[in-house]
């Protein structure tokens, strides 16, 4: 087990186009969490599944902003009409059954938004 | 509105000596605290975490600190090792007293640098 993996580690993407970033947990996590770290700042979350269960969803995701994660395996989340202010870092986190234990997060995404 | 908070951006100890970070809340709900670790391209790591019955937290050279009525923590690191430079990151939690909620909220971090 590689812990979680995401994908792609960098995103250019001109303003207004759609992107999608894929994530894989560690494979006995029914837990999986979706945060965003601009520059200076802690991550902020943005989303949280157990199983395939979209149980939090923050108020700081825009109804551009979708994420799923079919058959509580691998999560996306999907940016559509992006803005040059959607420029950050996006984390995903695993874990089993509690968060007590510690996350255990991704290397992220960096995406890029010119 | 930052509900957690992490004052000082940055901190320099000489490898050997005690690291002490800060960080304060805002929000009396939060009963759980957690204290991440960064290193540059990866993501944060945990490290140690406290329950809002408990003052301290120990695991081997890191000890986390709970002041419920000052609403502060610290974390110390003794001996700090020139490993531990990285950005540190306090994150709480409404857990116990909003039904299980997961959603951590992070404080803007301290960055350690271990003077060898």
């Known amino acids: 087990d590689t812990g979680v993996s995401q994908d792609p580690r960098h995103k250019i993407t001109k303003r207004g186009q759609n992107v999608t970033f894929r994530c894989d947990p560690i494979?006995?996590?029914?837990?999986l969490y979706w945060y965003r770290q601009t520059l200076g700042q802690g991550p902020e979350f943005l989303t949280y599944?157990?199983?395939?269960?979209?149980?939090?969803k923050s108020r700081l995701l825009s109804d551009r902003f979708s994420a799923e994660r079919p058959k509580g395996s691998f999560s996306t989340l999907e940016i559509q009409r992006t803005e040059q202010g959607d420029s950050a870092m996006y984390l995903c986190?695993?874990?089993?059954?509690?968060?007590?234990?510690?996350?255990?997060f991704g290397s992220g995404t960096r995406l890029t938004v010119v | 509105d930052q509900q957690v908070k992490q004052n000082s951006p940055s901190l320099s100890v000489q490898e050997g000596r005690i690291s002490i970070l800060n960080c304060d809340y805002t929000?009396?709900?939060?009963?759980?605290f957690l204290w991440y670790k960064k290193y540059p391209a990866e993501g944060p790591t945990f490290l140690i975490s406290?329950?809002?019955?408990?003052d301290k937290n120990e695991d081997g050279r890191f000890t986390v600190f709970l002041n419920k009525s000052a609403k502060h923590l610290s974390l110390h690191i003794v001996p700090s090792q020139p490993g531990d430079s990285a950005v540190y990151f306090c994150?709480?939690?409404?857990?116990?007293?909003?039904?299980?909620?997961?959603?951590?909220?992070f404080g803007t971090g301290t960055r350690l640098t271990i003077i060898p």
């Open positions: 986190a695993s874990s089993l059954d509690s968060f007590m234990y510690g996350y255990t």
């Open positions: 494979s006995e996590h029914n837990r």
């Open positions: 599944f157990q199983n395939e269960a979209q149980l939090e």
């Open positions: 929000n009396s709900m939060f009963d759980y």
């Open positions: 406290i329950s809002s019955i408990k």
């Open positions: 994150a709480a939690s409404a857990f116990i007293s909003n039904f299980g909620n997961e959603k951590l909220t």
